[in-house]
């Protein structure tokens, strides 16, 4: 008979014989069941992607610019919260390339007024420049497969308020958030969408469209490089949680 009082059966197992931490029972990390942390990220996620929403729909409305309705459709659909941003653009671009290795001039954290960068994939077939120029926060990025075919997206001036906001929103381990000129998308713009710190970067311009992933070391060496030209003081720390 099946004792109770003894649901683990300790009192069965013999001198030697330990009992299993719950971090390694099957279906459960550090004691909860895995369905229940897959529940929390889920609900973490979107909390974090509605407060998101509500920020940039806020922003789009700053000094009385037009409201969402005039954006794309992709953006205005999520603008009006019926679907989802990174899910849609995660099926749009289901095999984006990892870059996971980057060269700065100069390095990371310098204060300058221009640079250039070079993100690559780990076989060089694929590769993210970035040419800054000017104090107006203004940069070309370029798109490269293979050597042979590059897309470049010009990004005209970004107010200063708007350059702190955004690398802030960079430095979190997740978030969605989107780098555009006072044009809004009547210019090129970028979407940057982080999870667990690997980043999704999206470029939209006129006529085309690209993107990558990024390494969370990439991401956090990317941010600091930027707030070497976008902010009066060097980065005082890493990536924030």
């Known amino acids: 008979m099946t004792d109770r009082s003894d649901p683990f059966g300790k009192r069965g197992r013999s001198a030697g014989q330990k009992l299993r ?4 029972e099957p279906g459960f990390v550090d004691g909860i069941p895995v369905e229940e942390l897959v529940r929390l990220t889920r609900e973490f996620t979107a909390r974090i992607t509605n407060e998101d929403r509500q920020r940039l729909t806020l922003e789009l409305n700053e000094g009385g610019r037009p409201s969402h309705t005039a954006a794309p ?14 899910n849609e653009l995660a099926r749009r671009f289901p095999n984006a390339p990892l870059l996971s290795s980057a060269s700065f001039a100069p390095a990371p954290g310098k204060t300058a007024r221009a640079g250039w960068a070079q993100i690559k994939s780990q076989d060089e077939a694929a590769t993210l420049t970035l040419d800054l120029h000017g104090a107006d926060g203004s940069f070309d990025a370029s798109f490269g497969l293979g050597s042979m075919v590059g897309v470049r997206f010009e990004i005209g001036a970004i107010p200063d308020v708007q350059r702190i906001r955004f690398l802030d929103q960079l430095r979190r381990s997740n978030g969605i958030s989107i780098l555009w000129t ?5 210019r090129d713009y970028m979407v940057f969408v982080v999870r667990e710190r690997f980043a999704r970067l999206y470029a939209f311009g006129g006529r085309f469209e690209a993107a990558c992933r990024l390494s969370p070391d990439v991401l956090e060496q990317l941010v600091a490089w930027l707030a070497g030209f976008w ?8 990536m924030e949680g």
């Open 21 to 24: 931490p719950l971090s390694d």
């Open 231 to 238: 902010t009066s003081e060097e980065l005082s720390g890493g």
């Open 73 to 86: 459709y992709l953006l205005n659909q999520f603008f009006a919260g019926k679907i989802s941003l990174d």
């Open 182 to 186: 006072r044009e809004r998308w009547e």
